[in-house]
């Protein structure tokens, strides 16, 4: 498995989980509808996740294993080198590195801690940026090196 099968993976689970989001009273009430909740008892079967979301409550250890299952899913992919440069290769134009020269963004979406790299992770995102931006010309778009 590839990173972007990793993460194709990854999408399609999350997307399946049982999940609402609402920022209206009346979104609220559809998807604790669609959840099988009583909107007037929500407060005591749903619990919150981020960007707005509710999942229920019965779900949530469901929930947290998913995401880390998630996360275990693309260390793995990332422990190979030639996954890991394509992985950087994606989210670095993923993440317009070639215009604001940062890589923090990048590092974040593949759960690496710019601080905190191994040697074979520094030297992985050393070939990748030289070769990166030897092929991004400046003002123009570019596209995404196949993976």
Not at 51 to 80: A, P, Q, T, Y
Not at 127 to 140: D, F, L, P, S
């Amino acid at each position: 498995m590839n990173y972007l099968q990793a993460k194709k993976k990854n999408e399609q689970e999350l997307n399946a989980f049982p999940m609402g989001f609402a920022f209206s009273k009346e979104q609220f009430v559809k998807a604790c509808e669609k959840l099988g909740v009583d909107p007037d008892d929500a407060k005591n079967e749903l619990v919150g996740i981020p960007g707005g979301g509710f999942i229920r409550r019965e779900d949530k250890s469901d929930f947290i294993d998913m995401l880390k299952r998630h996360r275990e899913r693309i260390e793995n992919v990332l422990k190979d080198p030639e996954q890991l440069i394509k992985a950087f290769i994606y989210e670095l134009g993923n993440h317009e590195y070639c215009i604001t020269g940062d890589r923090e963004e990048s590092f974040e979406a593949l759960g690496l801690n710019p601080e905190g790299l191994t040697d074979e992770q520094e030297n992985c995102f050393s070939i990748v940026r030289e070769k990166y931006m030897a092929n991004v010309v400046c003002g123009t778009p570019h596209q995404h090196t196949r993976l």
